[in-house]
């Protein structure tokens, strides 16, 4: 990206005025990852952070951003929302504003009605006009029921243009251990004055078709905002490996802010782009906020992905953050998943093999090879692995999935499977690895790399492809394209949507008779007993008369 000249003129009375002159290849955006910061009451709540948000625009805006993005959760925080309703449910009214429909063009900072918007809303409503830039913060939304008259409220995402004027919200959609909010219904998008279209929805909605696929019907949407309060988990739910894998599947720009809280495995944001390449990604041990700050290629649509290395030189970006010890002793938890399928690799070096599950509904072919001279004692062990089931996600849900991967191992045992070493990153260098699957595709599926390194970073140096080789079957390719260590995961990820189901689902499955029993095995078996009982009727009466007549 070449800008010829971007200036920028503030004036605080007038409203802030920018004026570009480039040639629109790109534009600036700027991610938070942001730690939270905690106060007992909800005015010091909203005050102390709010303070915050508005120093990040600040910078932000020296940088020339046209776009800054917050995380979930980060003016009020989940656990501040469960305290306050433990109290008493009408105490949420006080951590939540009510919020304009984008359709009246409300700026709540120079509305005359201010007095209905909470003072944090208007307040950033104010700086986002100061410093004339998009602005997407969440925060807990309140609205009267028209039909009940009741409150309800809502985990939602405010957008903000240059004059302060919200254009849209989101309400998360797929709620996760929120049982006090309600659920969003719609998809959003927004177009900005860059020309850019984008899509936009919340953490936990993410691993569901909607909005997560259903948004991309819309072939206008070329870029995503995802705020988050990621939860992470190893082998293939952690923040970066998860966010990356669906923007190179989908071939766009995507822009995620997630909340620090690394107590809680919280944290991991980044500026992924279209072509697979990460602008930017930053992940922490340490409690500090960051502000990421990239250009970003304007693209008119979505790129495909391809198998074919490109011969093309690829544009320098940025080095991805490799601080080992910023993310040593960054816990991390292990799926609840249970029946993987395990096998070892092969023996000096080489490994070609194809596994299916039990009923061989689902097959992946694996060909490995390792440089075995790399390390003499390696930290990991490595294994192949493949599932198709159900994995749990939090809030009494399963998700259906289907894998096939090469994730690092402690030991010997397969319990240490899919975890990495706090401080130690020694690892066997791989020379090559290529991963195949055939799988079933209907609108209910989706698939995605996920791969993970030992500094919490996801790798870029591979290519990803999916075939189509009849109506209903997909062959997915995914190979390195150069040598690799320190790899905790490496593989396909597959969602079943329509395999999905819920605890309650599950026990009422397992409880259900496997089979019930037919009207002619029900008459035999009653025939049967009539027949038993008169025979010991028979011989009772037998016997008896043979005693009478003894006697």
């Given at each position: 990206?070449?800008?010829?000249?971007?200036?920028?003129?503030?004036?605080?009375?007038?409203?802030?005025?920018?004026?570009?002159?480039?040639?629109?290849?790109?534009?600036?955006?700027?991610?938070?990852?942001?730690?939270?910061?905690?106060?007992?009451?909800?005015?010091?709540?909203?005050?102390?952070?709010?303070?915050?948000?508005?120093?990040?625009?600040?910078?932000a805006s020296r940088q020339?951003?046209?776009?800054?993005?917050?995380?979930?959760?980060?003016?009020?925080?989940?656990?501040?929302?469960?305290?306050?309703?433990?109290?008493?449910?009408?105490?949420?009214?006080?951590?939540?504003?009510?919020?304009?429909?984008?359709?009246?063009?409300?700026?709540?900072?120079?509305?005359?009605?201010?007095?209905?918007?909470?003072?944090?809303?208007?307040?950033?409503?104010?700086?986002?006009?100061?410093?004339?830039?998009?602005?997407?913060?969440?925060?807990?939304?309140?609205?009267?029921?028209?039909?009940?008259?009741?409150?309800?409220?809502?985990?939602?995402?405010?957008?903000?243009?240059?004059?302060?004027?919200?254009?849209?919200?989101?309400?998360?959609?797929?709620?996760?251990?929120?049982?006090?909010?309600?659920?969003?219904?719609?998809?959003?998008?927004?177009?900005?004055?860059?020309?850019?279209?984008?899509?936009?929805?919340?953490?936990?909605?993410?691993?569901?078709?909607?909005?997560?696929?259903?948004?991309?019907?819309?072939?206008?949407?070329?870029?995503?905002?995802?705020?988050?309060?990621?939860?992470?988990?190893?082998?293939?739910?952690?923040?970066?490996?998860?966010?990356?894998?669906?923007?190179?599947?989908?071939?766009?720009?995507?822009?995620?802010?997630?909340?620090?809280?690394?107590?809680?495995?919280?944290?991991?944001?980044?500026?992924?782009?279209?072509?697979?390449?990460?602008?930017?990604?930053?992940?922490?041990n340490k409690r500090k906020?960051?502000?990421?700050?990239?250009?970003?290629?304007?693209?008119?649509?979505?790129?495909?992905?391809?198998?074919?290395?490109?011969?093309?030189?690829?544009?320098?970006?940025?080095?991805?953050?490799?601080?080992?010890?910023?993310?040593?002793?960054?816990?991390?938890?292990?799926?609840?998943?249970?029946?993987?399928?395990?096998?070892?690799?092969?023996?000096?070096?080489?490994?070609?093999?194809?596994?299916?599950?039990?009923?061989?509904?689902?097959?992946?072919?694996?060909?490995?090879?390792?440089?075995?001279?790399?390390?003499?004692?390696?930290?990991?062990?490595?294994?192949?692995?493949?599932?198709?089931?159900?994995?749990?996600?939090?809030?009494?849900?399963?998700?259906g999935i289907r894998v096939?991967?090469?994730?690092?191992?402690?030991?010997?045992?397969?319990?240490?499977?899919?975890?990495?070493?706090?401080?130690?990153?020694?690892?066997?260098?791989?020379?090559?690895?290529?991963?195949?699957?055939?799988?079933?595709?209907?609108?209910?599926?989706?698939?995605?790399?996920?791969?993970?390194?030992?500094?919490?970073?996801?790798?870029?140096?591979?290519?990803?492809?999916?075939?189509?080789?009849?109506?209903?079957?997909?062959?997915?390719?995914?190979?390195?394209?150069?040598?690799?260590?320190?790899?905790?995961?490496?593989?396909?990820?597959?969602?079943?949507?329509?395999?999905?189901?819920?605890?309650?689902?599950?026990?009422?499955?397992?409880?259900?008779?496997?089979?019930?029993?037919?009207?002619?095995?029900?008459?035999?078996?009653?025939?049967?007993?009539?027949?038993?009982?008169?025979?010991?009727?028979?011989?009772?009466?037998?016997?008896?008369?043979?005693?009478?007549?003894?006697?």
């Open positions: 990206m070449h800008k010829i000249l971007k200036i920028a003129i503030s004036m605080s009375t007038l409203g802030t005025f920018r004026f570009f002159f480039c040639n629109c290849n790109s534009y600036t955006a700027a991610v938070v990852d942001y730690l939270h910061t905690y106060a007992d009451y909800p005015k010091e709540l909203f005050k102390d952070n709010v303070k915050q948000y508005i120093q990040i625009m600040r910078n020339y951003a046209d776009i800054i993005v917050f995380p979930e959760y980060g003016l009020v925080d989940l656990f501040t929302l469960y305290s306050a309703v433990d109290k008493n449910s009408s105490e949420l009214e006080q951590y939540s504003t009510y919020v304009p429909d984008p359709g009246q063009n409300i700026a709540p900072c120079e509305d005359s009605n201010y007095e209905k918007y909470e003072q944090h809303l208007v307040e950033l409503s104010c700086a986002a006009s100061i410093h004339g830039i998009y602005t997407i913060f969440n925060l807990p939304e309140k609205a009267t029921n028209n039909e009940t008259g009741e409150m309800e409220y809502y985990n939602t995402n405010v957008v903000l243009d240059r004059t302060g004027t919200v254009i849209t919200k989101f309400r998360k959609i797929n709620l996760s251990e929120e049982p006090f909010l309600k659920p969003g219904t719609e998809i959003v998008t927004f177009r900005t004055d860059f020309n850019v279209t984008f899509g936009i929805f919340t953490c936990f909605d993410l691993l569901f078709t909607y909005p997560a696929l259903d948004i991309l019907s819309n072939p206008d949407v070329t870029d995503i905002i995802f705020p988050t309060a990621w939860y992470s988990e190893t082998p293939f739910l952690q923040g970066l490996s998860i966010q990356h894998g669906y923007a190179r599947s989908k071939g766009i720009n995507m822009l995620a802010s997630a909340l620090q809280e690394p107590y809680y495995s919280d944290g991991g944001s980044a500026i992924y782009l279209s072509d697979g390449s990460i602008a930017e990604a930053f992940v922490t906020s960051r502000i990421l700050v990239q250009d970003v290629p304007i693209i008119k649509k979505r790129a495909i992905s391809t198998c074919e290395k490109s011969n093309k030189t690829a544009p320098k970006r940025p080095v991805v953050q490799k601080e080992f010890t910023d993310i040593d002793n960054f816990p991390l938890n292990r799926d609840r998943t249970s029946g993987y399928i395990y096998e070892l690799l092969g023996k000096r070096g080489k490994t070609l093999t194809r596994v299916c599950t039990v009923n061989e509904d689902f097959c992946c072919i694996f060909n490995i090879s390792v440089d075995i001279s790399s390390v003499s004692k390696p930290d990991y062990g490595y294994r192949i692995i493949i599932y198709k089931g159900l994995s749990p996600y939090g809030s009494g849900i399963l998700g096939c991967a090469l994730i690092a191992c402690l030991n010997e045992t397969e319990d240490s499977c899919g975890f990495r070493t706090n401080t130690s990153h020694k690892s066997t260098t791989f020379k090559s690895i290529e991963i195949q699957t055939t799988v079933d595709v209907t609108n209910d599926t989706h698939n995605q790399p996920s791969t993970l390194r030992a500094d919490l970073m996801p790798i870029t140096d591979y290519v990803y492809c999916e075939t189509r080789i009849s109506e209903s079957k997909v062959r997915i390719k995914m190979a390195i394209t150069s040598p690799q260590d320190g790899l905790v995961t490496f593989g396909i990820y597959g969602r079943v949507y329509s395999m999905d189901k819920t605890e309650k689902e599950k026990e009422q499955v397992s409880s259900t008779p496997s089979f019930e029993p037919e009207e002619e095995v029900l008459s035999l078996s009653i025939v049967l007993s009539i027949v038993c009982v008169s025979t010991l009727i028979i011989l009772a009466i037998g016997s008896l008369l043979w005693k009478l007549h003894k006697s």
